[in-house]
């Protein structure tokens, strides 16, 4: 324990000492804008705000001032950068909304080199987002927002913060409470949020038992900063809302190979993503769609076992580790699929497209198209793999032998108790109090 928990203190202070270098405060600007393009001078005033709030949270950003962030732009306006497809000019504006699928991703990882200087704070806009998301008159007609009461938004930010426990290090503290009222206080300094006494405010909790409810500041600045910081998690909620609908293919006692798993879960994800149904392509991403099976795992959503004495096959590429996955017995139905995905789906960004009335005309909410999608391709492949009367006369006789045969997509009664035996957990590596 004390081993882990110097290691732990050891890879924040990593975190918080390493150097912003410029590309990746230009890939964020670029990627949290919200417009199809960006001038010259908003991206400069973009990039010099965002390395001032670096800085400010102790942050370190390698030696350029306001000459050298001008002089960075001008590279990038100016074509200095040689063919780098990453920039995409359309006159005297860089377009923002023409990357590829690949080139969101790539310019993602120079964003996530940044991220952990605003995790804390950004747990909380997502978990604030949510309380707005729910209150879908106020969140579409442009009235006030609401106020939340600070124990349900603390709430949903310990939710969040131990969702996405193994994608961040999160500051440590003796608790979660100190690191939230910490992070607060400086959101409320920064103007992103507002803090009003019991009473005031309207909506969830107004009249909460705290004492004080937090509603985003109503300016220009203070929703951008509060936009901002939410859009830096969202590509990560998407991920593990992505992998919680997907386990609806074990249920109700399928089991797959890990890597063919995760292969279905990227090929979802690009469906999902391309018919408007997830917004950020960054979603599909492998790394955190393994690590939401790894925490599915340790919340007893999941479990990964070893079989014996069995051949497994495999038509997706091969992925990491060589198990099979299946549900615990208390996900067996659909019905705790559907609540872990909604509960999930309350911090995602609401997509353009279920704002769109064409769109609605034949779609219903996120959380049941994406269902009905997976069962259709559940009903396609089973239809595809179904065996021809042949080949069920050949099983009832026995020629196959005394050795089973395990495919990806098989029934469980090769994984009974005399063959199957837990596999190994996976340890929880974003201890620490989350904000």
Same mark, same amino acid.
């Given at each position: ?24 405060? +230009?890939?964020?600007?670029?990627? $949290?804008? %919200? ?65 590829? /699928? ?16 605003? +995790? ?24 006030? +927002?609401?106020? +939340? ?20 290090? %999160?500051?440590?503290? /003796? ?7 910490? $992070? ?15 009473? *005031? ?5 107004? $009249?909460?038992?705290?004492?004080? $409810?937090?509603?985003? !500041?109503? &300016? ?17 909620? &998407? =991920? ?41 392509? *960054? ?10 099976? !790894? ?17 497994? #096959?495999? !038509?997706? /590429? ?29 911090? #995602?960004?609401?997509? #353009?497209? %279920?704002? =769109?009335?064409? %769109? ?19 009903? #396609?492949?089973? *239809? ?17 032998? =005394?050795?089973?045969?395990? =495919? ?28």
């Amino acid at each position: 324990v004390v081993a882990y928990k110097l290691g732990y203190h050891v890879l924040y202070d990593c975190n918080c000492v390493s150097v912003v270098l410029p590309a990746p405060l +230009v890939a964020t600007v670029l990627l $949290s804008h %919200y417009q199809r393009g960006i001038s010259r001078e908003e991206l400069h005033a973009r990039v010099l705000w965002l390395r001032e709030e670096v800085i400010a949270r102790g942050g370190e950003v390698v030696g350029i001032d306001h000459d050298g962030i001008d002089r960075v732009v001008q590279q990038v306006f100016g074509g200095l950068l040689g063919s780098n497809r990453l920039v995409k000019r359309h006159k005297e504006r860089l377009m923002v909304s023409l990357y590829s /699928p690949k080139e969101r991703i790539e310019l993602s990882l120079y964003r996530n080199q940044l991220i952990h200087h605003f +995790v804390d704070e950004a747990l909380i806009a997502c978990a604030l987002y949510g309380f707005e998301k729910a209150d879908r008159k106020g969140i579409s007609s442009g009235e006030p +927002v609401i106020a +939340v009461d600070s124990e349900r938004l603390l709430d949903s930010t310990q939710y969040l913060s131990e969702l996405l426990t193994l994608e961040f290090i %999160y500051k440590p503290s /003796p608790t979660l409470k100190m690191n939230f009222r910490e $992070s607060l206080q400086s959101m409320i300094d920064r103007g992103a949020v507002t803090c009003h006494p019991r009473g *005031e405010g309207a909506g969830e909790g107004g $009249s909460g038992s705290s004492g004080f $409810s937090v509603s985003v !500041t109503q &300016d220009e600045q203070g929703t951008f900063a509060y936009l901002f910081l939410c859009a830096l998690l969202w590509q990560h909620i &998407d =991920s593990y809302w992505l992998t919680s609908v997907c386990l609806l293919m074990l249920a109700p006692a399928r089991v797959l190979h890990e890597s063919v798993l995760l292969h279905k879960m990227q090929h979802l994800g690009e469906i999902f993503y391309f018919d408007g149904q997830l917004d950020l392509y *960054e979603a599909v991403s492998s790394e955190t769609l393994q690590n939401a099976l !790894t925490l599915f795992e340790m919340w007893d959503v999941v479990e990964f076992v070893k079989v014996e004495g069995a051949v497994i #096959r495999s !038509t997706a /590429p091969a992925g990491k580790g060589g198990r099979i996955i299946k549900l615990t017995a208390a996900y067996q139905g659909d019905a705790k699929i559907r609540e872990l995905a909604a509960r999930i789906s309350r911090f #995602r960004k609401r997509s #353009r497209a %279920y704002r =769109s009335r064409r %769109y609605k005309l034949h779609k219903a909410t996120e959380n049941d198209d994406a269902f009905a999608v997976i069962k259709e391709i559940m009903m #396609r492949e089973e *239809e595809e793999n179904a065996p021809t009367p042949a080949e069920r006369m050949w099983r009832r006789s026995g020629a196959n032998g =005394s050795n089973e045969d395990v =495919s990806d997509d098989a029934a469980p009664a090769p994984l009974s108790p005399a063959t199957a035996a837990g596999g190994a957990g996976s340890g929880n590596v974003g201890g620490g109090g989350g904000a």
